[in-house]
């Protein structure tokens, strides 16, 4: 086997070379290879100073991932990195690519740090649910000030090389020949006999409002989560103890949160995140098909938002709406929104311009006859879609990707309105759709595999995680969030009020609860959908929507109308209790006989979770979804489910389904014809297993 790190002298400068592709993560082996290296150079009479450097495409960018959770094989992290503090002879680290989490902490113990012009640096074990443990959150405030380094550890983002200069978090850029500059940046350290310089013996200082600031901006903007404030617990240390005393500190912090059920969750969601990516049954070597220029019928709401998306990505947009009017309507939506963005910083006016610059007009569908793919986005009706999608097929280009933004209606149905079926795909965008992150993407019966690939392959353009998903009335999303929602329409009936569902479930940990939800998209878009279905509703069953169907009766939409669940006041968007809504709920319990009362936070916790998961199994036996992660990263980021909740399947397993399936039961028992176990859980809890092992 090829060595994972290896030694070999340059002149007078001994380079220690790590190269174990394709990030150089830093495992048990390379971990071993770095303090053998380490001590080959100090042993070598010919070096004089030494340079660690990472093969290939960058320098470490992690701990090796897979060994979390596992006891670490000596030498561990924090001994290699020791090592190279206490190391006889100078050492220079050279990054380049991602020098991240373990990698950077390596660096930090070395005397010097260069990286190439384009590296990125940071220490992002944040967003895993941990903290830098190998010495991170203790040496980087004493080389860059316990401002910047609060910045780049509680935040988790990366440092490019030019800022990480002028932070002195490296000393030089090289902007020729990495492994070149970093061997004539080794020699003029010997040349100018520099001394030594330990992080480790540095000082920092910083008041103690800097550190508050920061936890009332983690509160705000990471609420619930506990490694944030594990970080900026770990460099506030590091102004006020001895370095050895602060590194115990972040140690123990570090096991503490290795082992956590957040840290387990944030791991187990970067993995959901990652495997969405592979669709089965699709090869990774599909053709793909060329997507430079995107067609958008209807600039209302959701065409407005996709269109941005392409815009700000580089691609050239034509937006069709039926009538000038309304295609004005939709432009100046769009150019609100960017000059809006402008007025934020978001944005400069140059970008803004350049984004809108990529959009254009039109009345004609002929306008669409060159672009590659095609996104419908006009009203939710069956016969306008066909109507549509048969326009399509007379004017578009052959081999052009014709998508629909349906949120319930049968793809397969629309394909079939074409000649083309094999083109036909679902892209079901979040509003607003210029801002949220999940795409579902709906796969017809004849959507073929390179147009799936080829979708798959936008999102990544785009921004967007993208999901497969099977056809289904309401697809993945919007299925469970029925059941969902009917568990909220059902407490209110029960005993509990609007205000109290949404405080619970906030509580725990979801952006928003859903009555506040419910008002911010505009309850009119649920009614009109039971109001479409009500001839099909099985009158046995119970109809928990009633009180909702009410309130969009008064006309109470939501938001938009200043009155939905709640009441705003002008010019707020503060959802505020209304008695006028508490006294609709009460009549409603009335008239259904049903006697309200004290219903308890985990109650509705445990309901509204329960009914996603339930639901979610009947989804995943049908193989509307692939996978429960699938579901999950469908939840996180379209929904706002805690991201340090994994999701809804990963907290159903982590209950266990046993128990998952005895709740449900009882449930049933009390509200029959809501709640019928799903067989798969029947399954897999008589099996004692879980979603993740089927
Ligand atoms: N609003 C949401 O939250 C949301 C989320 C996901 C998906 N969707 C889906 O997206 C689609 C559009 O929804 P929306 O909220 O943007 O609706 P919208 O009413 O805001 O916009 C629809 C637009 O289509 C235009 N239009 C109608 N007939 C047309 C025709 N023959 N040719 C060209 N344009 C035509 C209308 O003028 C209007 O501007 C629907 O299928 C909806 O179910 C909506």
């Known amino acids: 086997m090829a060595e994972?790190?290896?030694?070999?002298r340059q002149g007078t400068v001994g380079v220690i070379a790590i190269d174990n592709p394709p990030v150089n993560a830093l495992g048990a082996g390379v971990r071993k290879g770095l303090v053998d290296c380490l001590d080959k150079g100090n042993e070598d009479p010919e070096a004089k100073a030494l340079v660690l450097i990472?093969?290939?495409?960058?320098?470490?960018?992690?701990?090796?991932?897979?060994?979390?959770?596992?006891?670490?094989?000596?030498?561990?992290?924090?001994?290699v990195i020791a090592a190279y503090e206490d190391s006889a002879k100078p050492v220079l680290a050279a990054l380049h690519g991602t020098a991240l989490g373990g990698g950077l902490e390596v660096a930090l113990g070395c005397d010097w740090r260069c990286a190439s012009k384009d590296a990125k640096l940071g220490l992002p074990e944040v967003k895993l649910g941990i903290l830098p443990g190998a010495g991170g959150t203790q040496r980087l405030p004493r080389l860059i000030g316990a401002e910047n380094?609060?910045?780049?550890?509680?935040?988790?983002?990366?440092?490019?090389?030019?800022?990480?200069?002028?932070?002195?978090?490296?000393?030089?850029?090289?902007?020729?020949?990495?492994?070149?500059?970093?061997?004539?940046?080794?020699?003029r350290i010997v040349a100018?006999?520099?001394?030594?310089?330990?992080?480790?013996?540095?000082?920092?200082?910083?008041?103690?409002?800097?550190?508050?600031?920061?936890?009332?901006?983690?509160?705000?903007?990471?609420r619930g989560f506990i490694a944030p404030l594990r970080c900026?617990?770990?460099?506030?240390?590091?102004?006020?103890?001895?370095?050895?005393?602060?590194?115990?500190?972040?140690?123990?912090?570090?096991?503490?949160?290795?082992?956590?059920?957040?840290?387990?969750?944030?791991?187990?969601?970067?993995?959901?995140?990652?495997?969405?990516?592979?669709?089965?049954?699709?090869?990774?070597?599909?053709?793909?098909?060329?997507?430079?220029?995107v067609g958008i019928v209807g600039a209302g709401t959701m065409g407005g938002g996709i269109a941005m998306n392409f815009a700000n990505a580089g691609i050239p947009v034509t937006l069709v709406e039926a009538v000038e009017e309304a295609l004005d309507r939709g432009f100046s939506a769009i150019l609100g929104n960017y000059s809006a963005n402008v007025d934020k910083g978001r944005l400069t006016q140059k970008e803004a311009d350049d984004h809108t610059g990529r959009l254009t007009g039109s009345v004609n569908f002929d306008d669409l006859a060159k672009a590659d793919l095609v996104i419908e986005a006009v009203f939710e009706d069956m016969a306008l879609k066909k109507e549509i999608f048969a326009k399509l097929d007379a004017v578009c280009r052959p081999g052009a990707i014709l998508a629909t933004n349906t949120s319930t209606l049968d793809i397969d149905e629309i394909a079939a309105a074409t000649s083309r079926p094999q083109d036909v795909i679902g892209t079901h965008f979040f509003s607003p759709a210029n801002v949220m992150k999940l795409l579902e993407i709906v796969r017809g019966d004849k959507t073929a595999d390179d147009v799936l690939a080829s979708v798959m392959r936008?999102?990544?353009?785009?921004?967007?995680?993208?999901?497969?998903?099977?056809?289904?009335?309401?697809?993945?999303?919007?299925?469970?969030?029925?059941?969902?929602?009917?568990?909220?329409?059902?407490?209110?009936?029960?005993?509990?009020?609007?205000?109290?569902?949404?405080?619970?479930?906030?509580?725990?940990?979801w952006a928003m609860g859903p009555f506040a939800v419910m008002d911010l998209a505009g309850t009119d878009v649920s009614w009109r959908v039971r109001q479409a279905k009500a001839e099909r509703r099985d009158r046995n069953k119970p109809y928990p929507a009633a009180v909702a169907d009410r309130l969009c009766g008064k006309g109470r939409f939501g938001r938009k109308t200043g009155a939905g669940w709640y009441r705003y006041e002008e010019a707020?968007?503060?959802?505020?209790?209304?008695?006028?809504?508490?006294?609709?709920?009460?009549?409603?319990?009335?008239?259904?006989?049903?006697?309200?009362r004290e219903i308890a936070d985990e109650e509705i916790?445990?309901?509204?979770?329960?009914?996603?998961?339930?639901?979610?199994?009947?989804?995943?036996?049908?193989?509307?979804?692939?996978?429960?992660?699938?579901?999950?990263?469908?939840?996180?980021?379209?929904?706002?489910?805690?991201?340090?909740?994994?999701?809804?399947?990963?907290?159903?397993?982590?209950?266990?389904?046993?128990?998952?399936?005895?709740?449900?039961?009882?449930?049933?028992?009390?509200?029959?014809?809501?709640?019928?176990?799903?067989?798969l859980i029947v399954r897999l809890a008589g099996e004692g297993k879980g979603f993740r092992d089927p």
């Open 458 to 509: 936008l999102c990544r353009v785009i921004s967007k995680v993208g999901v497969v998903v099977g056809v289904c009335d309401g697809f993945v999303g919007n299925r469970m969030l029925h059941a969902y929602w009917d568990q909220a329409y059902s407490l209110i009936l029960e005993g509990a009020l609007p205000q109290q569902v949404d405080k619970a479930l906030y509580d725990w940990g």
């Open 4 to 8: 994972l790190v290896t030694y070999a």
């Open 149 to 187: 380094a609060l910045t780049v550890i509680v935040g988790g983002e990366f440092v490019a090389a030019p800022e990480a200069l002028e932070w002195g978090l490296i000393d030089e850029i090289v902007s020729g020949d990495l492994p070149a500059g970093a061997i004539a940046f080794a020699e």
């Open 572 to 596: 707020s968007r503060a959802p505020l209790p209304d008695p006028a809504v508490e006294a609709l709920i009460l009549e409603a319990s009335a008239e259904m006989g049903i006697a309200r």
């Open 232 to 293: 900026i617990e770990s460099v506030e240390n590091a102004t006020r103890l001895p370095f050895d005393e602060g590194l115990a500190a972040e140690r123990a912090m570090f096991v503490e949160l290795v082992a956590s059920p957040q840290a387990e969750a944030l791991r187990y969601l970067f993995f959901a995140e990652r495997e969405v990516a592979k669709v089965p049954g699709i090869d990774k070597d599909t053709p793909l098909r060329r997507i430079a220029s």
């Open 192 to 222: 100018e006999e520099r001394p030594r310089r330990r992080v480790r013996d540095m000082e920092v200082s910083a008041a103690p409002e800097l550190f508050e600031g920061f936890r009332r901006t983690v509160a705000k903007r990471q």
């Open 605 to 679: 916790v445990e309901r509204s979770l329960y009914a996603l998961v339930n639901e979610g199994a009947r989804i995943l036996a049908e193989g509307v979804a692939a996978r429960a992660g699938d579901i999950d990263v469908i939840y996180h980021y379209g929904y706002g489910f805690p991201r340090y909740r994994g999701g809804p399947m990963f907290c159903a397993d982590e209950i266990g389904l046993e128990k998952v399936l005895a709740g449900i039961r009882a449930f049933e028992e009390r509200q029959p014809g809501l709640w019928t176990p799903a067989p």
């Open 54 to 79: 990472g093969g290939g495409r960058t320098f470490p960018a992690g701990a090796d991932i897979t060994e979390f959770g596992k006891p670490p094989a000596s030498p561990t992290l924090p001994e």
